[in-house]
């Protein structure tokens, strides 16, 4: 009998001996396997990946073992000189590869300030690439007194600026305005902006005359903008064939005006 149990006491033993053997074996071969992972030169990225021009700035990464290197604190850390971007997003390629995309921010409108700044549909103020006047985009003012000493990449939520944002979205949500542009828009306060709209080429002579064409002057308040855009464009619809004999259209009140260059 006691032998009996001195054999069942000694099989858990030997059990636990052989876990513990195999665990630092297997120990023993991580450690190895990272430290290779992390110190050969087989590793060390080669090459950073990206289809934008400003790859050259991310060269910093070369040269770094791909298996160290914190991919989201990279995105953090690249997301501070590129203001323009939304997001960056790092993938590694093995052995020696990175791949960086660069989810760059979708300019709404410019914003005129001391110099021109693009603004999305965030509030989010960065540097207008290439020429601002030939954009094509919205440029809106006012905002001198509102923003002082912009700084690329910073969201402003200002309400003037949300205003002047809403209108453009309203706009182009508009199937009746989807062909009219919009040259600018002047936002003192939230009660009395000022949008040049811009008729499609068909309903205003030709592209020359229209880049000459400062715009129809409308005169609205932030209050049910989806209301007053609509109404405008059932105002602009129904006066087609006269936008070139109106002055503005001021549908801040209850009841539109229409204010004529030349009374009929």
């Not at 099989?11 to 990272?34: E, N, Q, R």
């Not at 030169?41 to 298996?67: A, H, P």
């Not at 944002?165 to 003192?188: A, T």
């Not at 129904?238 to 549908?251: H, Q, T, V």
Request: overall charge positive.
């Amino acid at each position: 009998m006691k032998k009996n149990r001195k054999n069942r006491l000694n099989i858990p033993v030997k059990l636990i001996s052989l876990a513990a053997i195999i665990f630092l074996v297997l120990m023993f071969v991580m450690v190895y396997t990272w430290k290779f992972l992390t110190t050969s030169d087989y590793f060390k990225i080669k090459e950073v990946i990206t289809g934008d021009t400003s790859s050259n700035n991310l060269s910093y990464l070369k040269g770094k073992n791909i298996f160290s290197i914190d991919l989201r604190q990279e995105s953090r850390y690249i997301l501070e000189y590129f203001p323009e971007c939304k997001n960056i997003r790092l993938v590694r390629i093995l052995p020696n590869r990175v791949f960086v995309d660069l989810i760059r921010r979708k300019p709404l409108a410019l914003l005129k300030l001391y110099k021109y700044f693009s603004v999305d549909e965030d509030m989010v103020v960065f540097d207008a690439g290439g020429d601002p006047q030939q954009s094509g985009l919205p440029v809106i003012t006012g905002m001198e007194t509102k923003i002082f000493g912009a700084k690329s990449g910073r969201k402003y939520n200002i309400k003037e600026l949300e205003f002047a944002l809403n209108i453009i979205k309203e706009v182009k949500r508009n199937r009746l305005l989807r062909d009219y542009g919009i040259r600018k828009i002047y936002v003192p306060d939230t009660t009395n902006a000022s949008v040049f709209i811009i008729p499609p080429p068909s309903e205003y002579g030709h592209m020359d005359s229209i880049s000459r064409y400062e715009g129809l002057e409308v005169k609205l308040s932030s209050e049910r903008i989806r209301y007053k855009i609509s109404l405008l464009a059932n105002l602009m619809v129904a006066g087609r064939k006269e936008l070139n004999n109106i002055k503005y259209i001021d549908i801040r009140f209850k009841e539109p005006v229409i204010k004529l260059k030349f009374a009929q």
